[in-house]
């Protein structure tokens, strides 16, 4: 019998990226505590958003509706990285990047929980930006699953590809 198995990710899905930030542009226009501010936000590139207000509170503020609407379009926060708001001339201006794939530090990491802590006969394979799981048995894999589900990661992890 082969072997059952899938991977796991880092993916952003932009497109959920950018309603959300579609979402908060809107928001930021209509909301009251919002007049007179200043307050903006846009990309920065592909893999970045700035923000810019007149205050830190502002661009923080600002930040907190992204995250909020952010979490409604069902993504996780662990893809935003948020620097802090640094002054700009006479405004504040506050970059997120956004974190996809995931670095050789983190897929050493989770790898060792699979092999510490998961059942016996799994393997994990690095491949670039991503881990490739396997094993004889798919409850095995669907165990792996939910131990990675409960760990604490500081990424965003997909499970695709399970067969």
């Known amino acids: 019998m082969a072997d059952s198995s899938f991977d796991i ?3 952003i899905d ?3 990226v950018d309603n959300a930030l579609n979402q908060t542009v809107k928001e930021i226009g209509h909301r009251f505590d919002f007049k007179g501010t200043g307050a903006s936000i846009s990309w920065s590139g592909q893999t970045a958003i700035e923000i810019k207000a007149n205050s830190e509170e502002r661009a923080n ?7 909020e609407k952010v979490i409604k379009r069902g993504l996780s926060l662990k893809i935003l990285d948020a620097d802090e708001p640094r002054l700009s001339g006479k405004e504040y201006r506050l970059l997120v990047s956004l974190k996809e794939g995931i670095d050789q530090e983190h897929a050493k990491k989770i790898s060792k929980i699979i092999r510490d802590e998961g059942p016996k006969g ?4 690095i491949q670039g930006e991503e881990l490739r799981v396997s094993s004889k048995k798919k409850d ?3 165990e792996v699953m939910a131990l990675l589900k409960g760990k604490d990661l500081d990424v965003a992890l997909q499970f695709v590809n399970y067969r």
């Open 61 to 67: 503020a600002a930040l907190d509706v992204l995250k």
């Open 9 to 11: 990710v880092s993916k």
């Open 14 to 16: 932009h497109q959920e």
């Open 122 to 125: 799994i393997k994990a394979q």
């Open 140 to 142: 095995d894999l669907q």
